[in-house]
């Protein structure tokens, strides 16, 4: 039967911890997804990024984003946007939306793009856009370089600052709209998958006010709860 993974805001508030099948459980993780001894990420990231604005040409009918200039993939690449892509260096649409709303991309094509006008042609091809991008934002913002995930619906890899391009990625996210009811065997069977590829999973649920909250997942094994003698 579906499973509500989010309670009512009174539930949640007495609740740190829901079970949601026998074998895993959710760990609230406020507001950080990841435990990191780099403290600073956030702040780092914000300072960096300040200090660059690039060029870009849009492709509508492709819906691809490429980056001509040497010294602009230059820039990018240091800070974690862009894979290059049959000798093409290319943003994905979500990389796009970042730098648009933070005013370091000038987007051009049959005209000057903004962030509005190029999330409405986004919409028309992916409904849950927004989503993955309140997401993305969230991550980005907070010092971590985020990369698309493994085609399990709204999944990303997450990367610590200096660790993309050097090491494979330690932690992949899902994210889930508050509300939302889903079947909880789909859900492990997904968070098993992850763990067979050797990586920790982290729930993003993004609240109704727009605020994303992580939980971590945990492995738990029930026994028979004989009575002794």
């Known amino acids: 039967m579906p499973f509500d993974i989010i309670g009512s805001e009174s539930e949640k508030e007495g609740k740190k911890e829901e079970i949601i099948d026998n074998n895993v459980s959710l760990e609230r993780k406020n507001n ?6 780099n403290s600073n990420n956030s702040n780092n990231s914000n300072n960096n990024e300040s200090l660059f604005v690039v060029e870009a040409t849009f492709q509508e009918e492709e819906l691809k984003i490429v980056v001509n200039e040497i010294r602009f993939q230059d820039q990018l690449r240091n800070k974690g946007f862009g894979e290059v892509f049959n000798n093409e260096f290319v943003l994905n649409s979500l990389e796009t939306l970042y730098l648009l709303s933070n005013n370091k991309l000038k987007l051009l094509g049959k005209k000057d793009y903004n962030f509005s006008s190029f999330l409405k042609i986004l919409l028309k091809k992916d409904k849950k856009i927004l989503t993955r991008y309140l997401i993305f934002r ?4 907070k010092g971590y370089v985020v990369k698309e995930g493994f085609g ?12 993309h391009g050097k090491k494979p990625s ?4 899902i994210g889930i709209n508050e509300g939302l ?3 909880s065997r789909d859900f492990v069977d997904t968070i098993e998958q992850i763990e067979k590829m050797g990586k920790d999973t982290v729930i993003a649920v993004i609240e109704r006010r727009g605020e994303v909250i992580y939980y971590k997942t945990i492995k738990m094994s029930f026994f028979e709860n004989k009575k002794k003698g």
């Open 152 to 163: 399990f619906g709204t999944d990303f890899r997450i990367y610590e600052r200096g660790e």
């Open 138 to 141: 969230d991550l980005r913002s």
């Open 181 to 183: 009811n889903i079947k």
């Open 32 to 37: 950080n997804p990841i435990d990191s001894n």
């Open 170 to 173: 330690k932690y992949v996210s």
